[in-house]
């Protein structure tokens, strides 16, 4: 099993596709390498290609405030995205690109072992959850897959866009933070 140092390595020389010639930075992952608790987007956005950090602009400082509301540090997650380079004008990302991308997910998933995967999004959702996966219908629900607990939340960047979302989203953080608080009884 390679370690996260490795699949960095690897990621940053990838040329799968035609985004690791455009990005600014390689948008690997950031957090708590022994997180209990993974949350996954679908690709960076401006902020993210300029600092190499996955949610550091407007809709991570929003995923900041509801990590805060339910007593979640930052420090003791870990968050990444499926694609590790920003699609040009923040588009969703291209099957194609999500292919070339998700071995390196799969294997920071490994590299981390955590107990609970969120995703941040329909997009993150579909492939990661099951592809027909409606985010309005299922957000908060719980799915058990292999050996984590995963469910989806609305992206923060659509909560910008609706902010009527948000109570569902703290409801939604909320079923996480007792998740996480289950899971460590079970320990």
Known sequence: MATLEEVRTACEKCRQCALGETRTNL????GNERARLMFVGEAPGEQEDLTGVPFVGRAGQL???FLFAVDIPREDVYIANILKCRPPKNRDP???EEDACIGYLREQVKAIRPE??????RISAMRLIKPDFKITAEHGKWFRKGEFWMTAVYHPAALLRDPRKKEDMLADM???RAKLDEGKHAQ
Do not use: S
Not at 27 to 30: L, T
Not at 116 to 121: D, N, R
């Open 174 to 176: 909320k079923t996480i």
């Open 63 to 65: 995923l900041d405030k």
């Open 94 to 96: 291209l099957p194609e």
């Open 116 to 121: 609970i995967i969120v995703c941040l999004g």
């Open 27 to 30: 948008v690997f992952g950031v």
